[in-house]
């Protein structure tokens, strides 16, 4: 090893000190001087200096702080190449000369350049931790860098949030215990000293070793990335408002999608007040000043849950306002950036700042949500937690955001309103949800589509029938909107005609399919093949205790039995409505009193699975469970259309429930006579013995008269066998058969007139008369009142 090089230990080395005296003779020697030389003092003082050089030179024992490199002969005969320093010591005639090896002064020089250069700039910031990560050197502490003040010896938690030191001092961790860098990590910091902001900075770190490789403490170097950072920040929360409000036209699920993008990126606390005409889908009253403006709390959000109880609750009614010039601002559209004392001063009312100002909030924004000139509410934003104030910046984006869910409300207000409209038009075309008569007891539950289809063209009815029979109806119209709602309200006007003449059930689908190829006809031919519908018709008859079924394209009732069984009804699928050219055929079935029948359309399908067979069964058991526990028809109703919670509801539903109930045991008599006039006697006998054991004598004189006539006319007529039935009911039934098909005719006779005065006797003195026709003949069948 050459004569004076030394391990300092990752220290600035020790410089060798000589002092002499003004004849150039040296009179003192340190330690360091032997060490770097290898002469011992004995052997160099009292010499002069100038035997020391290795060449020409001079020592500049002349010049106080003179400076100049030098080679010196060492004790070995080798030399050594120092950088010196000669200064004249006061008050003494002697220079001291201090000196270190030249590569040793160089990297010492050059170190301190450094150092010197990042402490001084402003565009970089430096700090130098001790492996406390205390701070060694910075040059945050002049302030010449943005960032949190910080002095020698403070550590991370001294100057920003405990959150934010948390994640700043894991990676610095890991640099003092592996040695390896990082560079470029983001790193939030916010200050807990005055001024209280917020940056973001591009953070590098290195190990700082001494010589023998041992960790002294970490060099960090910082780039203030706060304009990117704030830049980018903003910049997602327009693209976030772009692609979160408004995609849906719910008003209150719009507000909340508001508050929630605000908080926490935004601010600490934010809310959505809306006028309360908005809220049912109205246009809000046009109001300048203060007063009350009908607004009410819908939508909150807070950075610490649940939402404070001191402020405005969701749902309430938001107090008066008074008339000062910060509500006036705005009205007029403007968005307002205050902090907390401006804001009380402006409200100067306790009633809104106890409930408008949250525990801490320093900083206030408001912007209105205005749209087409109407002043639709207001949003809200609080800073507590962050203690930047907003600004003009803040202030832009909050009127973006407020802009584009002023938007968002106005079309789901409208939406609403269209909405509501159509809902209540739709349920005026429906029937009354319940209906009961003595022998059949119905209830009908519909429920319009979610996810944006809601209403559609889904409808059933219960049309109550002469002679105790009842229709049963469930149909559904291709589509959704006003035009589907349009196309059911026609198509159940006429059923509703059709089955009053008492139609069966297939001649009533076939002229259905008719006036659903009308309709199509009648469409824009781009809409003619959406035009279509699926039925289903069911004749409940009581005296029978049988109903007759005739489908379009619709899914099969179910019924649960007196017994408990359960399953679908056997239906002979016919097609769709619209199709035309095919033939719909009918299925009678057994219906015992007490059984529970159930029509419905495939939108409640969809609520019980994807599969329609499986659907199918799970309606018809869940039918049985629920009818198996006695509930009545409505509540019934109400459970069956929740469906299994796990399906969607894209699809509006339809569901009629009917449950028939047994006639008394004596309730109906019927004969059969020949078409013999002799009969018509025999007929009148008959009734009129059967009203005596009715206890209906009252009515005896007029039932003998109708018995006669039609009885008179269909042997005249018609030929026999003819065939009379009595049902006793809240009104007397009177049914006359015969095997014609001709269709009886009401007319006025002339005086001169023989005959011809029959069935208008018949209509005088009954309420209602009519006739339907079988696969033989037909029948005539008269209402009459009773006194019972």
Known sequence: MRVGTADHGGQPPEAAAALINHRGVVIGWSHAAEVLLGRPAAAVLGRSVLR????????????????????????????????????????????????????????????????????????IGFVLRDTDLAVVRTNIAQGGFAGPPMSVGNKLTEVMQASDAASAEEPLRNVLETGVPFAGREQRVRSTRSPFDEWSFSVSAVRA??????????????????????????????????????????????????????????????WVDLAEAVLSGDEPPRIHGGGDLHLRRTAVRSRQDPWPSELLQPGSVVPPFPDRPLVRRIQEGHTLVVDRE?????????????????????????????????LLGVVVAWRAERMEPFDEEDAALLTEVAAHTALGVDNARRYTREHRAAVSLQRRLLPHASTSTRVMETTGAYIPAAGGAEIGGDWF???????????????DVTGHGLHATATMGRLRTAVQTLAVLELPPDELLTHLDDLVMRLA??????????????????????????????????????????????????????PPLGVGGLPFETSTVDVPPGSVLALYTDGLLERYGTDIDGAIRDLADRLRRLQGAG?????????????????????????????????????VADWEFPADPSAVASARSAASAQLAAWGLKDCAYVTELIVSELVTN???????????????????????????NTQPRLRRARTTDEGGRGLFLVAQLSRRWGSRYGQRGKTIWVEQETSI
């Open 52 to 123: 020391l050089l290795a060449g020409p030179g001079a020592a500049g024992t002349g010049t106080v702080a003179d400076i100049g490199t030098v080679e010196l002969l060492c004790g070995s005969g080798a030399t050594v190449k120092v950088r010196y320093r000669a200064e004249r010591l006061g008050g003494l005639s002697a220079v001291l000369l201090l000196a270190v090896e030249a590569e040793q002064a160089s990297e010492t020089e050059w170190a301190e350049a450094l150092s010197r250069a990042l402490l001084a700039q402003d565009r």
């Open 209 to 270: 070793e001494n010589a023998s490789g041992q960790p002294l403490g970490v060099a960090v170097l910082l780039t203030d990335a706060t304009e990117h950072w704030r830049a980018a920040r903003l910049r997602g929360l327009r693209l976030r408002a772009s692609a979160r409000i408004g995609g849906t036209l719910d008003i209150e699920r719009t507000s909340q999608e508001v508050v929630d993008l605000l908080v926490p990126d935004f601010a600490d606390f934010a």
């Open 342 to 374: 401006d804001l009380v001063r402006g409200l100067a009312g306790p009633d809104h700042v106890k409930v408008a100002v949250p525990e801490g909030g320093h900083s206030f924004a408001v912007s209105p949500l205005s749209a087409r000139g109407l």
């Open 461 to 475: 009815d219960a049309i109550e029938l002469p002679s105790l029979r009842t229709a049963l109806v469930v149909g």
């Open 521 to 574: 006809d009648e469409a824009e031919p781009a809409h003619r093949d959406a035009v279509g519908a699926t039925c289903l018709v069911a004749l409940h008859d009581p005296v029978a205790g049988t109903c007759t079924i005739a489908a379009a394209g619709h899914p099969p009732p179910l019924m649960v039995g007196p017994d408990g069984t359960s399953g679908p009804l056997p239906v002979r699928p016919g």
């Open 631 to 667: 509930v009545e028809l409505a509540p019934l109703a109400r459970a069956l259309m929740t469906g299994t919670g796990r399906q969607t509801d894209r699809d509006d539903a339809a569901l009629l429930l009917a449950r028939p109930s047994p006639l008394e045991p004596d309730a």
């Open 714 to 740: 269909a042997i005249r007529y018609a030929g026999g066998p003819v065939g009379l039935r009595l049902i006793r009911d809240d009104v007397l039934f009177c049914e006359v058969s015969d095997p014609s």
